[in-house]
């Protein structure tokens, strides 16, 4: 069974600092794993995914994340917040057993202070 | 236009009556899903969908039912509303890439 693991249901950082989400997950088999990111009043929309290439995956609006297989991790960061990067966050894991379905973790709300 | 649209964004309603949500889009995808979002819950799925034909639970399909009228089309069901049903449901598509598309939600309230 595949499952995620999001530490911290909220962070706080200041305008310009380095942001890290942190994400853990188990999976029985090789997992995809996801990052999504939900802005208020909005649905999600993908950040980035790893899919079993390149373990540095980019994403779009600066982010990125490691996939580390060692400590079963594919922690979320950018370099320095902007204020627009306050929202919601998502890990998921994919279990593509057929069914494509994606497995979420419980969210991490960002704030990000001027 | 949005490509997943769900209607409607939002919806009060009394306990015991029957309720449809629906979503209809225009990706193209096969593949429909219906999750529910809970504060602190994340996003728990409900059913999906792979073809017209073909409908399944997902972990909580407990109190809904679904109905694929077409590949465009899929609706929710809540057939006697009840209060711990409140909360924010999301309709998503999936392309063979595997990225989820979402509507934008549909805030249901059960009193």
């Known amino acids: 069974a595949q499952s995620v693991t999001q530490l911290g249901s909220h962070v706080s950082v200041s305008e310009g600092a380095l942001v890290l989400l942190r994400c853990n997950y188990s999976?029985?088999?090789?997992?995809?794993l996801f990052w999504y990111v939900q802005y208020p009043n909005q649905g999600l929309q993908l950040l980035l995914k790893?899919?079993?290439?390149?373990?540095l995956v980019k994403g779009i609006n600066g982010f990125e994340a490691e996939f580390k297989k060692s400590e079963t991790s594919f922690h979320l960061t950018k370099p320095s917040a902007h204020m627009s990067d306050a929202a919601e966050y998502f890990c998921a894991v994919s279990d593509f057993s057929g069914a494509n379905n994606l497995f979420f973790g419980t969210g991490t709300r960002l704030t990000v202070i001027p | 236009d949005a490509d997943v649209t769900q209607t409607p964004r939002n919806r009060i309603t009394k306990t015991g009556k029957r309720i449809m949500l629906e979503c209809s889009q225009t990706k193209g995808h096969d593949r429909m899903y219906w999750y529910r979002q809970d504060p602190g819950l994340g996003l728990r799925l409900i059913y999906y969908s792979f073809d017209v034909k073909d409908i399944n639970k997902g972990e909580i399909s407990d109190g809904y039912s679904v109905s694929r009228q077409a590949q465009a089309k899929f609706s929710l069901s809540l057939e006697s509303a009840i209060p711990n049903q409140t909360a924010l449901y999301f309709c998503a598509t999936c392309a063979n890439t595997g990225e989820l598309f979402f509507g934008e939600g549909s805030r249901l309230t059960v009193l």
């Open positions: 790893y899919t079993s290439a390149a373990t």
């Open positions: 999976s029985s088999v090789p997992p995809y």
